[in-house]
Protein backbone atom coordinates (compact mmCIF):
# COMPACT_ATOMS: atom_id res chain seq x y z
CA UNK A 1 0.00 0.00 0.00
CA UNK A 2 1.99 3.22 -1.47
CA UNK A 3 -1.00 5.42 -2.12
CA UNK A 4 -2.69 7.85 -0.04
CA UNK A 5 -5.40 10.18 -0.80
CA UNK A 6 -6.78 13.55 0.74
CA UNK A 7 -7.70 17.13 1.45
CA UNK A 8 -5.64 19.75 1.19
CA UNK A 9 -5.59 23.89 1.50
CA UNK A 10 -4.72 25.16 -2.60
CA UNK A 11 -5.78 28.86 -1.77
CA UNK A 12 -8.65 30.81 -0.25
CA UNK A 13 -11.88 28.99 -0.52
CA UNK A 14 -10.50 26.29 -2.46
CA UNK A 15 -9.68 23.11 -1.13
CA UNK A 16 -8.68 19.46 -3.34
CA UNK A 17 -8.40 15.79 -2.60
CA UNK A 18 -4.94 14.55 -3.81
CA UNK A 19 -2.56 11.84 -3.70
CA UNK A 20 -0.07 12.12 -1.08
CA UNK A 21 2.09 9.70 0.26
CA UNK A 22 0.78 6.73 2.85
CA UNK A 23 2.00 7.54 6.53
CA UNK A 24 5.25 5.30 7.78
CA UNK A 25 5.77 4.97 11.53
CA UNK A 26 7.61 8.02 11.91
CA UNK A 27 7.18 11.62 13.63
CA UNK A 28 6.99 14.93 11.03
CA UNK A 29 10.75 15.88 11.00
CA UNK A 30 10.51 19.03 12.76
CA UNK A 31 9.14 17.59 15.75
CA UNK A 32 11.83 15.25 15.81
CA UNK A 33 15.00 17.83 15.20
CA UNK A 34 13.08 19.92 17.97
CA UNK A 35 13.19 17.06 20.29
CA UNK A 36 16.78 15.77 19.44
CA UNK A 37 14.92 12.22 18.97
CA UNK A 38 15.77 9.52 15.84
CA UNK A 39 12.32 10.14 13.58
CA UNK A 40 11.32 6.51 13.83
CA UNK A 41 8.14 5.82 16.11
CA UNK A 42 7.45 2.80 17.11
CA UNK A 43 5.11 3.91 19.50
CA UNK A 44 2.67 4.55 16.46
CA UNK A 45 -0.11 3.14 14.84
CA UNK A 46 -1.41 3.90 11.18
CA UNK A 47 -5.24 3.59 10.72
CA UNK A 48 -7.68 3.19 7.79
CA UNK A 49 -9.84 6.17 8.37
CA UNK A 50 -13.24 5.10 8.66
CA UNK A 51 -15.14 8.44 9.40
CA UNK A 52 -13.10 11.92 9.56
CA UNK A 53 -15.45 15.31 9.52
CA UNK A 54 -15.22 19.06 8.44
CA UNK A 55 -14.47 21.20 11.05
CA UNK A 56 -15.14 24.46 11.63
CA UNK A 57 -11.44 25.38 12.40
CA UNK A 58 -10.73 23.67 9.17
CA UNK A 59 -12.61 26.29 7.89
CA UNK A 60 -10.86 29.24 9.19
CA UNK A 61 -7.67 27.67 7.13
CA UNK A 62 -9.82 26.99 4.09
CA UNK A 63 -11.33 30.83 4.19
CA UNK A 64 -7.57 32.06 4.50
CA UNK A 65 -7.94 33.53 8.24
CA UNK A 66 -4.92 31.97 9.36
CA UNK A 67 -1.28 31.55 8.37
CA UNK A 68 -1.62 27.98 6.67
CA UNK A 69 0.28 27.54 3.66
CA UNK A 70 -0.79 26.08 0.21
CA UNK A 71 -0.54 22.41 0.29
CA UNK A 72 -1.56 22.14 4.08
CA UNK A 73 -3.09 19.07 5.13
CA UNK A 74 -6.05 19.24 6.77
CA UNK A 75 -8.49 16.86 8.91
CA UNK A 76 -8.20 16.58 12.60
CA UNK A 77 -11.33 14.86 13.52
CA UNK A 78 -10.95 11.09 13.10
CA UNK A 79 -12.66 7.89 13.34
CA UNK A 80 -10.19 4.90 12.37
CA UNK A 81 -9.54 1.03 12.12
CA UNK A 82 -6.25 0.21 13.06
CA UNK A 83 -3.67 -1.67 10.28
CA UNK A 84 0.01 -1.51 11.65
CA UNK A 85 1.35 -0.82 15.00
CA UNK A 86 4.83 -0.32 15.94
CA UNK A 87 6.95 -3.15 18.16
CA UNK A 88 6.27 -0.18 21.25
CA UNK A 89 2.55 -0.52 20.75
CA UNK A 90 1.16 -2.73 23.63
CA UNK A 91 -2.31 -2.67 23.90
CA UNK A 92 -3.59 -2.35 20.94
CA UNK A 93 -4.16 -4.27 17.34
CA UNK A 94 -4.92 -4.72 13.74
CA UNK A 95 -9.19 -4.61 13.27
CA UNK A 96 -9.19 -2.40 16.60
CA UNK A 97 -11.72 1.02 15.61
CA UNK A 98 -10.70 4.01 17.66
CA UNK A 99 -11.66 7.56 17.75
CA UNK A 100 -8.38 9.86 17.86
CA UNK A 101 -8.85 12.76 20.06
CA UNK A 102 -7.31 16.01 17.71
CA UNK A 103 -4.71 16.67 20.42
CA UNK A 104 -1.94 15.21 19.69
CA UNK A 105 0.02 14.10 22.93
CA UNK A 106 2.93 12.44 24.32
CA UNK A 107 1.62 10.78 27.46
CA UNK A 108 4.95 11.62 29.08
CA UNK A 109 5.25 15.38 29.93
CA UNK A 110 4.18 17.50 32.71
CA UNK A 111 1.16 18.19 30.90
CA UNK A 112 -0.62 15.42 29.91
CA UNK A 113 0.40 13.50 32.98
CA UNK A 114 -2.06 16.27 34.59
CA UNK A 115 -4.49 15.14 31.61
CA UNK A 116 -3.93 18.66 29.78
CA UNK A 117 -3.23 16.99 26.70
CA UNK A 118 -4.29 20.11 25.06
CA UNK A 119 -1.37 21.60 25.59
CA UNK A 120 1.22 19.23 25.36
CA UNK A 121 4.67 19.76 25.63
CA UNK A 122 6.79 17.68 23.20
CA UNK A 123 4.71 17.75 19.87
CA UNK A 124 4.69 21.04 18.55
CA UNK A 125 8.12 23.23 18.45
CA UNK A 126 5.69 26.06 17.81
CA UNK A 127 3.85 26.06 20.76
CA UNK A 128 2.65 23.63 23.92
CA UNK A 129 -0.42 21.67 22.30
CA UNK A 130 -0.30 20.26 18.41
CA UNK A 131 -2.94 18.87 16.05
CA UNK A 132 -3.57 16.59 13.06
CA UNK A 133 -3.67 18.92 9.60
CA UNK A 134 -3.53 22.06 11.31
CA UNK A 135 -1.61 25.18 10.70
CA UNK A 136 1.24 25.57 13.31
CA UNK A 137 0.60 22.68 15.18
CA UNK A 138 3.74 20.40 14.38
CA UNK A 139 3.60 19.52 11.37
CA UNK A 140 1.42 16.61 11.62
CA UNK A 141 -0.37 15.20 8.76
CA UNK A 142 -3.97 15.63 8.43
CA UNK A 143 -6.99 12.64 8.63
CA UNK A 144 -9.31 13.94 5.70
CA UNK A 145 -7.82 10.88 4.07
CA UNK A 146 -7.53 7.19 3.63
CA UNK A 147 -4.90 6.79 6.03
CA UNK A 148 -3.05 8.39 9.04
CA UNK A 149 -0.83 7.97 11.51
CA UNK A 150 -1.11 7.76 15.13
CA UNK A 151 1.62 8.64 17.54
CA UNK A 152 1.98 7.30 21.24
CA UNK A 153 -0.99 5.52 20.15
CA UNK A 154 -1.42 3.74 23.57
CA UNK A 155 -1.92 6.77 25.24
CA UNK A 156 -3.72 8.47 22.70
CA UNK A 157 -6.40 6.64 20.98
CA UNK A 158 -9.60 5.06 22.92
CA UNK A 159 -10.72 1.67 21.59
CA UNK A 160 -14.52 0.96 21.10
CA UNK A 161 -15.23 -2.35 23.49
CA UNK A 162 -17.47 -3.95 20.29
CA UNK A 163 -16.62 -3.13 16.33
CA UNK A 164 -19.93 -4.41 15.57
CA UNK A 165 -21.38 -1.53 18.05
CA UNK A 166 -19.15 0.88 16.86
CA UNK A 167 -20.04 0.70 13.35
CA UNK A 168 -23.71 0.99 14.19
CA UNK A 169 -23.53 4.32 15.99
CA UNK A 170 -20.49 5.49 14.32
CA UNK A 171 -22.18 9.00 13.14
CA UNK A 172 -22.57 9.74 17.21
CA UNK A 173 -18.96 7.89 18.01
CA UNK A 174 -17.40 9.95 15.43
CA UNK A 175 -18.31 13.39 17.24
CA UNK A 176 -15.72 11.89 20.12
CA UNK A 177 -12.83 13.04 18.26
CA UNK A 178 -13.16 16.59 18.73
CA UNK A 179 -16.67 18.71 18.70
CA UNK A 180 -18.90 16.17 21.58
CA UNK A 181 -16.11 16.64 23.89
CA UNK A 182 -15.46 20.37 23.07
CA UNK A 183 -18.77 21.14 23.20
CA UNK A 184 -19.09 19.27 26.63
CA UNK A 185 -15.94 21.54 27.76
CA UNK A 186 -17.56 24.60 26.76
CA UNK A 187 -21.18 24.05 28.56
CA UNK A 188 -19.05 21.79 31.54
CA UNK A 189 -16.48 24.77 32.56
CA UNK A 190 -19.35 27.61 31.91
CA UNK A 191 -20.78 25.53 35.04
CA UNK A 192 -23.96 24.17 33.25
CA UNK A 193 -25.57 22.01 35.98
CA UNK A 194 -28.94 20.69 37.28
CA UNK A 195 -31.30 23.11 36.80
CA UNK A 196 -29.10 26.20 34.78
CA UNK A 197 -30.16 28.50 32.56
CA UNK A 198 -27.14 28.56 29.83
CA UNK A 199 -26.72 30.60 26.34
CA UNK A 200 -24.86 29.16 23.62
CA UNK A 201 -23.94 32.07 21.61
CA UNK A 202 -23.16 30.26 17.98
CA UNK A 203 -25.47 27.47 15.97
CA UNK A 204 -22.57 25.80 14.54
CA UNK A 205 -21.82 22.07 15.21
CA UNK A 206 -19.64 23.00 18.25
CA UNK A 207 -22.64 25.13 19.23
CA UNK A 208 -25.06 22.63 19.11
CA UNK A 209 -22.75 20.13 20.95
CA UNK A 210 -22.72 22.52 23.73
CA UNK A 211 -26.35 22.97 23.98
CA UNK A 212 -26.47 19.03 23.79
CA UNK A 213 -24.50 19.09 26.05
CA UNK A 214 -25.83 21.28 28.48
CA UNK A 215 -29.03 18.96 28.51
CA UNK A 216 -26.83 16.11 29.29
CA UNK A 217 -25.50 18.56 32.46
CA UNK A 218 -29.14 19.08 33.64
CA UNK A 219 -29.87 22.76 32.04
CA UNK A 220 -33.67 23.63 32.57
CA UNK A 221 -33.08 26.08 29.63
CA UNK A 222 -30.67 26.21 26.87
CA UNK A 223 -30.46 29.33 24.34
CA UNK A 224 -28.61 29.14 21.21
CA UNK A 225 -28.46 32.43 19.44
CA UNK A 226 -27.26 32.58 15.54
CA UNK A 227 -28.10 34.53 12.59
CA UNK A 228 -28.68 31.67 10.44
CA UNK A 229 -32.34 30.61 10.33
CA UNK A 230 -31.46 27.27 9.50
CA UNK A 231 -29.03 26.52 11.76
CA UNK A 232 -31.57 28.13 14.47
CA UNK A 233 -34.18 25.53 13.52
CA UNK A 234 -31.65 22.56 13.98
CA UNK A 235 -30.78 23.63 17.56
CA UNK A 236 -34.89 24.12 17.88
CA UNK A 237 -34.99 20.55 16.85
CA UNK A 238 -33.82 19.41 19.87
CA UNK A 239 -35.47 21.28 22.45
CA UNK A 240 -33.52 24.35 22.70
CA UNK A 241 -34.92 27.89 22.62
CA UNK A 242 -33.30 30.32 20.43
CA UNK A 243 -32.58 34.03 19.13
CA UNK A 244 -32.42 35.67 15.95
CA UNK A 245 -29.30 38.15 16.30
CA UNK A 246 -30.00 39.36 12.53
CA UNK A 247 -32.66 41.13 14.14
CA UNK A 248 -30.60 43.09 16.45
CA UNK A 249 -31.70 44.80 19.62
CA UNK A 250 -30.19 43.67 23.25
CA UNK A 251 -29.43 40.11 23.67
CA UNK A 252 -30.31 40.56 27.34
CA UNK A 253 -34.21 41.78 26.53
CA UNK A 254 -34.56 38.68 24.39
CA UNK A 255 -33.26 36.39 27.06
CA UNK A 256 -35.43 37.88 29.08
CA UNK A 257 -38.35 37.36 27.22
CA UNK A 258 -37.57 34.12 27.26
CA UNK A 259 -36.80 33.78 31.03
CA UNK A 260 -37.93 36.45 32.29
CA UNK A 261 -35.12 37.87 33.82
CA UNK A 262 -32.15 39.08 31.17
CA UNK A 263 -29.19 36.59 32.59
CA UNK A 264 -28.65 32.78 32.67
CA UNK A 265 -26.30 30.67 35.04
CA UNK A 266 -23.60 30.23 32.42
CA UNK A 267 -22.74 31.13 28.78
CA UNK A 268 -20.95 29.54 25.89
CA UNK A 269 -18.74 31.10 23.23
CA UNK A 270 -18.96 29.03 20.49
CA UNK A 271 -18.13 31.44 17.58
CA UNK A 272 -14.71 32.50 17.45
CA UNK A 273 -12.73 35.16 16.14
CA UNK A 274 -14.44 35.57 13.18
CA UNK A 275 -17.51 36.90 14.86
CA UNK A 276 -19.54 39.01 13.36
CA UNK A 277 -22.04 42.13 15.30
CA UNK A 278 -26.03 42.30 15.78
CA UNK A 279 -28.13 42.84 13.06
CA UNK A 280 -28.82 42.11 8.84
CA UNK A 281 -25.79 43.17 7.64
CA UNK A 282 -23.65 43.61 10.54
CA UNK A 283 -19.87 43.69 9.94
CA UNK A 284 -17.24 41.32 11.71
CA UNK A 285 -16.74 42.76 15.07
CA UNK A 286 -14.17 39.94 17.03
CA UNK A 287 -14.99 40.60 20.55
CA UNK A 288 -18.94 41.05 19.69
CA UNK A 289 -19.51 37.38 21.27
CA UNK A 290 -17.14 37.84 24.34
CA UNK A 291 -18.48 40.90 25.50
CA UNK A 292 -22.42 40.04 25.06
CA UNK A 293 -22.00 36.69 26.87
CA UNK A 294 -20.54 39.14 29.51
CA UNK A 295 -23.65 41.18 29.31
CA UNK A 296 -25.94 38.38 30.02
CA UNK A 297 -23.92 35.78 32.33
CA UNK A 298 -25.00 36.33 36.00
CA UNK A 299 -22.20 37.49 38.82
CA UNK A 300 -20.40 34.71 39.88
CA UNK A 301 -20.90 32.58 36.76
CA UNK A 302 -18.73 31.19 34.10
CA UNK A 303 -17.93 31.28 30.45
CA UNK A 304 -16.90 28.73 28.39
CA UNK A 305 -15.10 29.61 25.55
CA UNK A 306 -14.50 26.81 22.82
CA UNK A 307 -14.67 29.10 20.00
CA UNK A 308 -11.24 29.67 17.95
CA UNK A 309 -9.48 32.53 18.76
CA UNK A 310 -6.17 32.60 17.13
CA UNK A 311 -2.10 34.50 17.33
CA UNK A 312 -2.61 35.19 13.53
CA UNK A 313 -5.26 36.33 11.45
CA UNK A 314 -4.39 37.83 8.07
CA UNK A 315 -7.91 38.45 7.38
CA UNK A 316 -8.31 40.02 10.57
CA UNK A 317 -10.69 43.98 10.61
CA UNK A 318 -7.58 45.82 11.78
CA UNK A 319 -4.05 45.82 12.86
CA UNK A 320 -5.03 44.40 16.65
CA UNK A 321 -7.09 41.58 15.28
CA UNK A 322 -4.66 40.86 12.74
CA UNK A 323 -2.47 39.70 15.85
CA UNK A 324 -5.28 38.24 18.40
CA UNK A 325 -5.83 41.65 20.25
CA UNK A 326 -9.57 42.22 20.80
CA UNK A 327 -11.40 45.08 22.43
CA UNK A 328 -12.75 43.01 25.15
CA UNK A 329 -14.68 44.50 28.00
CA UNK A 330 -12.53 43.17 31.11
CA UNK A 331 -13.74 45.17 33.19
CA UNK A 332 -17.27 44.22 32.70
CA UNK A 333 -16.02 40.24 33.64
CA UNK A 334 -13.74 41.62 36.19
CA UNK A 335 -16.75 43.63 38.19
CA UNK A 336 -18.90 40.68 37.89
CA UNK A 337 -16.28 38.34 39.00
CA UNK A 338 -16.91 35.86 35.86
CA UNK A 339 -14.65 33.43 35.61
CA UNK A 340 -13.21 32.14 31.98
CA UNK A 341 -12.02 28.79 30.67
CA UNK A 342 -10.61 28.65 27.15
CA UNK A 343 -7.88 27.21 25.08
CA UNK A 344 -8.16 23.61 23.55
CA UNK A 345 -9.99 21.10 25.21
CA UNK A 346 -8.51 18.51 26.39
CA UNK A 347 -10.60 15.34 25.01
CA UNK A 348 -9.13 12.67 26.64
CA UNK A 349 -10.93 14.24 30.09
CA UNK A 350 -14.54 13.64 28.40
CA UNK A 351 -14.15 11.17 25.22
CA UNK A 352 -14.19 7.85 27.13
CA UNK A 353 -17.39 9.06 29.56
CA UNK A 354 -19.23 10.60 26.55
CA UNK A 355 -18.90 6.90 24.85
CA UNK A 356 -19.93 5.42 27.40
CA UNK A 357 -23.13 7.90 27.14
CA UNK A 358 -23.58 7.01 23.38
CA UNK A 359 -23.31 3.29 23.77
CA UNK A 360 -26.07 3.49 26.21
CA UNK A 361 -28.00 5.44 23.88
CA UNK A 362 -28.19 8.43 26.16
CA UNK A 363 -26.70 10.74 23.84
CA UNK A 364 -27.83 11.67 20.03
CA UNK A 365 -25.04 13.88 19.27
CA UNK A 366 -25.24 12.92 15.68
CA UNK A 367 -28.68 13.88 15.18
CA UNK A 368 -28.30 17.29 17.20
CA UNK A 369 -25.38 18.09 14.63
CA UNK A 370 -27.50 17.02 11.85
CA UNK A 371 -24.55 14.87 10.89
CA UNK A 372 -24.51 13.85 7.19
CA UNK A 373 -21.91 11.49 4.97
CA UNK A 374 -20.17 12.11 2.15
CA UNK A 375 -17.67 10.73 -0.17
CA UNK A 376 -14.16 11.87 0.15
CA UNK A 377 -14.33 13.31 -3.21
CA UNK A 378 -17.14 15.09 -2.58
CA UNK A 379 -14.97 17.23 0.19
CA UNK A 380 -14.50 20.20 -1.42
CA UNK A 381 -18.05 20.87 -2.22
CA UNK A 382 -18.64 20.26 1.81
CA UNK A 383 -16.34 22.49 2.20
CA UNK A 384 -18.59 25.34 0.48
CA UNK A 385 -21.63 24.49 1.60
CA UNK A 386 -20.56 24.76 5.25
CA UNK A 387 -18.82 28.13 4.33
CA UNK A 388 -22.48 28.69 3.17
CA UNK A 389 -23.79 28.18 6.99
CA UNK A 390 -26.01 24.97 6.48
CA UNK A 391 -26.98 23.49 9.59
CA UNK A 392 -24.95 19.87 8.80
CA UNK A 393 -22.01 18.69 10.33
CA UNK A 394 -20.12 16.86 7.36
CA UNK A 395 -18.72 13.31 7.73
CA UNK A 396 -16.42 12.03 5.11
CA UNK A 397 -16.23 8.50 4.84
CA UNK A 398 -13.18 7.58 2.49
CA UNK A 399 -13.84 4.02 2.19
CA UNK A 400 -18.00 3.52 2.47
CA UNK A 401 -17.98 1.66 5.77
CA UNK A 402 -20.27 3.91 6.94
CA UNK A 403 -24.16 2.20 6.38
CA UNK A 404 -26.31 3.58 4.83
Not at 175 to 186: E, N
Not at 258 to 285: C, K, Q
Amino acid sequence: MSDNRGVVYKAPGTVAVEAFPYPKLEIPQEVADWLGISKAAPHAAILKVVSTNICGSDQHMVRGRTTAPVGQSLGHEITGEIVEVGNDVLFLKPGDICSVPFNIACGRCRMCKERKTGVCLNVNPARPGAAYGYVDMGGWIGGQAEYVLIPFADFNLLKFPDRDQALEKILDLTMLSDIFPTGYHGAYTAGATTGSTVYVAGAGPVGLAAAHSAQLLGASAVIVGDMKPERLAQARSFGCETVDLSKGGELGDAIAAILGEPVVDAAVDAVGFEARGHGAGAGEAPATVLNDVMGITRAGAGIGIPGLYVTGDPGGVDADAKIGQLKVRIGLGWARSHRFQTGQCPVMSYNRLLMNLILADKAHIAKAVNATVIALDAAPSGYQEFDRGVAKKFVIDPHGMIAA
